[in-house]
């Protein structure tokens, strides 16, 4: 079973920042892409940036656009989500999750593999 690994969540003030890493080692696939998704309590999960494992390509959900910034290595083994000038509404638990296909758009039904998620709390 495919499990990837998430780690840097934790708390933080509006305007401040965090770095998610995603250990996505065991994703050996040759293709397809790596994605960050958030769930609120009392919320659905929602697709947060995804880029492809061997192009730089990305997308973003517009509610990050501009402060939210996905990357990885060049290997594909290791994902990351820089966040900056978080927000109250930014707090969220936070999932690594890969998928062969369905790349084209951010949907969570579309991802094959999906982490534990670690969770991001941002106060006032």
């Known amino acids: 079973q495919v499990q990837l690994e998430e780690s840097g969540g934790g708390s933080v003030q509006a305007g401040g920042s965090l770095r998610l890493s995603c250990d996505a080692s065991?994703?050996?696939?040759?293709?397809?892409?790596m994605a960050w998704f958030r769930q609120a309590p009392g919320k659905e999960r929602e697709g947060v940036a995804r880029?492809?494992?061997?192009?730089?390509?990305?997308i973003y959900a517009d509610s990050v656009k501009g402060r939210f910034t996905i990357s990885r290595d060049n290997a594909g083994k290791m994902v990351y989500l820089q966040m900056n000038s978080l927000k109250v509404e930014d707090t969220a638990t936070y999932y690594c999750?890969?998928?062969?296909?369905?790349?084209?758009?951010?949907?969570?039904?579309?991802?094959?593999?999906w982490g534990q998620g670690t969770q991001v709390t941002v106060s006032s």
């Open positions: 999750a890969a998928t062969r296909v369905g790349c084209h758009r951010l949907v969570e039904r579309d991802y094959e593999y």
């Open positions: 880029i492809y494992k061997l192009s730089p390509q990305t």
């Open positions: 065991a994703y050996t696939s040759d293709g397809g892409c």
